[in-house]
């Protein structure tokens, strides 16, 4: 009897064992992710995010997070190659979705009007700010807000440090002190913010008044926002059903933005016998990793011609056909402009007037934790971790962030690039005027002094230079812009993302298998 009793205790303490093992093997780990226990899940996804992506993955090593590492956006800008860091390429945000929305030319609690921001003097206390120019529709246009506006106060207060945000985005109505273009006969206007989708294709025209009997058409495009690639596509076409001769692309202050609008815009700008045999557009290198699947797979080469044509029409359908195009871009002409224009010179004339462009050079995907923020059957986000291996805590945490690294430098299809010369140098370089408004024109005018230089190119009239001296306070270029234009003009944003998870984990298993060696 009793070696039964001791069998059956064995047997009970065998199966008491055998189900609390059992049951912990089977339970959620509270972390699936490979984190250390001294740093957080915010900081291991940058850690893992940057040496899987990041252009210079190699310089990784060893800056894996530590205790010490209490701010995660700290530690991020730890982690960024000395090129980067000089040029402020990369960047991190805890507001994933308000960083999507300005990708895709959404804007929040917005007035709708692009505003330059200047110091007023040189002691630099005080700023003003030049309207740039007014987006149809929204609340800034209904109040009468117009190119050359100054705006010299906010809620009767200096324009400063400290308020100069107001500008762009508030949740309250807000009341500008506005003077005209020659800085004369101030009022109070007063805007309510509103939830806004800035379309930016912003004005076309054609010529046909200027003499020599040519049709000149002209498009002001802000920034390249691949939603609105069919608005450009019904721009061309309406080119190309009047004939016009030449082409003027006027992108003086776009900041850059979607590759593939980019390519699309090209595709329509291009000789058509060049697009239809789909050549090299630009050819992205990336870090070895990455370049070892996108060579593979030819993701790396992106052609004229491309599109997606399950939302988008064939550009070549809309292409007027010219062998020619003048392009205006500036120091204000950043990424995904300078692209277009560098770019297109193998398969067109390309006559830049203008300034030395920005000098981006880099494209960059945005990075998410977990979520590819799918969008018409498109991911708009690279993914690091499988969403089922997280807890609920960690999705929680990681939920906000992501990252913008750089990812890849761009060429043309010799594999030639502007590194150099760090912009894109114009044929007709033409003194800015950016800081007087008093010989602003409005958008389109033949009379700007940008626009002017490429009628007189196109017709042979003489070029008068508009360029006067102010005898006001000469303003100095604050270096500050709205966050939809900083997220735009710092590197191209690779929106075509084909990378998969699956693709991701394994060159992180590959990384691994590296270390232990």
């Known amino acids: 009897f009793y070696s039964y009793i001791l069998f059956m205790k064995k047997i009970f303490a065998f199966l008491l064992g055998f189900t609390v093992l059992f049951s912990v093997s089977c339970e959620k780990k509270e972390t699936d992710l490979p984190i250390y226990e001294e740093t957080s899940a915010i900081n291991q996804f940058i850690y893992d995010g940057m040496s899987t992506v990041y252009l210079w993955a190699d310089e990784m090593k060893d ?7 209490t701010d995660s956006k700290e530690y991020f800008e730890k982690l960024l190659y000395t090129t980067d860091t000089e040029h ?27 505003p330059y921001l200047l110091w007023y003097d040189q002691t630099r206390t005080r700023l003003v ?13 209904k109040a009468g807000l117009v190119r050359g506006d100054i705006i010299d106060k906010i809620n009767s207060g200096n324009i400063t440090e400290d308020n100069y945000a107001l500008l762009y985005s508030t949740n309250s109505e807000t009341t500008f ?80 933005g979607d590759v593939s609008a980019a390519t699309y815009l090209a595709s329509l700008i291009a000789p058509k016998a060049v697009v239809e045999t789909k050549p090299l557009f630009t050819e992205l290198t990336y870090n070895d990793f990455i370049n070892k699947i996108y060579r593979e797979k030819n993701w790396n080469r992106i052609y004229l011609g491309s599109y997606d044509n399950t939302k988008e029409r064939n550009p070549l359908d809309a292409n007027p056909d010219l062998d020619k ?43 998410h934790a977990y979520d590819s923020f799918e969008k018409n059957g498109n991911a708009r986000a690279v993914t690091i971790y499988d969403e089922t291996e997280l807890s609920s805590k960690e999705k929680d945490e990681l939920k906000n962030w992501a990252l913008q690294p750089i990812v890849a430098r761009y060429t043309d299809k010799n594999e030639n690039d502007f590194i150099e010369t760090d912009g894109v140098i114009p044929n007709y370089p033409i003194e800015s005027q950016e800081y007087n408004t008093e010989t602003w024109k409005r958008i389109g005018d033949p009379d700007d002094y940008l626009l002017a230089k490429a009628v007189s190119l196109i017709t042979g009239k003489p070029y008068a230079d508009t360029n006067t001296k102010s005898a006001r306070t000469q303003f100095i270029d604050a ?22 998870l699956q693709d991701i984990q394994n060159i992180r298993q590959q990384q691994r298998n590296a270390e232990q060696k």
């Not at 812009?481 to 990378?499: C, F, H, K, Q």
């Open 129 to 141: 700010a030049f309207v740039r120019y007014v987006f149809p529709g929204t609340p800034a246009q």
């Open 63 to 69: 800056k894996k997070p530590t205790s010490a590492d």
């Open 479 to 500: 270096g500050w812009v709205a966050p939809s234009e900083e997220v735009m003009r710092e590197s191209v944003n690779l929106d075509d993302i084909r990378i998969s």
């Open 177 to 256: 002190t506005v003077y005209d273009q020659q800085y004369e006969n101030p009022k109070e206007v007063t805007i309510v913010p509103a939830s806004l989708d800035t379309d930016p294709v912003l004005a076309d025209t054609i010529y046909t008044e200027l003499g020599s009997g040519k049709k000149i058409g002209y498009l002001f495009y802000t920034n390249f926002i691949s939603e609105y690639n069919d608005h450009l596509y019904e721009v061309f076409q309406k080119f190309k059903a009047e004939g016009i001769t030449h082409l003027v692309l006027d992108l003086r202050y776009n900041t850059g």
């Open 88 to 114: 402020g390429w990369s960047w991190i945000t805890d507001d994933v979705d308000a960083l999507l929305a300005d990708f895709s030319g959404e804007a929040t609690a917005a007035f709708g009007f692009a």
């Open 325 to 367: 195009v003048y392009i205006i871009a500036t120091s204000h002409s950043y990424s995904a402009s300078e692209l277009l224009t560098f770019c297109l010179k193998p398969y067109t004339q390309v006559e830049h007037i203008g300034e030395k462009t920005g000098g981006k050079y880099t494209a960059s995907w945005t990075v």
